[in-house]
């Protein structure tokens, strides 16, 4: 498991979010959400297949807001 911390981005794809240069897999999308400033813990799974087209794909256990 790992823990990435910063601001959410849009990604180019529709419903596509990344933290710095992953992409964010499931989730709780009431806190993840592009502008919002997290910690976010999962694992990298590099060879998953999304239609994301961009980022690492991360699969995401928890997220929390921080300030």
């Given at each position: 498991?790992?823990?990435l911390t910063g601001i959410v981005t849009a990604g180019v794809e529709h419903r596509c979010l990344l933290l710095g240069e992953y992409l964010?897999?499931?989730g709780d999308r009431?806190?993840?959400?592009?502008?919002?400033?997290l910690a976010v813990t999962g694992r990298k799974v590099p060879d998953l297949v999304?239609?994301?087209?961009?980022?690492?794909?991360?699969v995401v256990t928890s997220a929390?807001?921080?300030?």
């Amino acid at each position: 498991m790992h823990t990435l911390t910063g601001i959410v981005t849009a990604g180019v794809e529709h419903r596509c979010l990344l933290l710095g240069e992953y992409l964010l897999v499931g989730g709780d999308r009431t806190v993840i959400r592009a502008g919002a400033r997290l910690a976010v813990t999962g694992r990298k799974v590099p060879d998953l297949v999304t239609t994301c087209q961009q980022g690492t794909p991360f699969v995401v256990t928890s997220a929390r807001s921080i300030d």
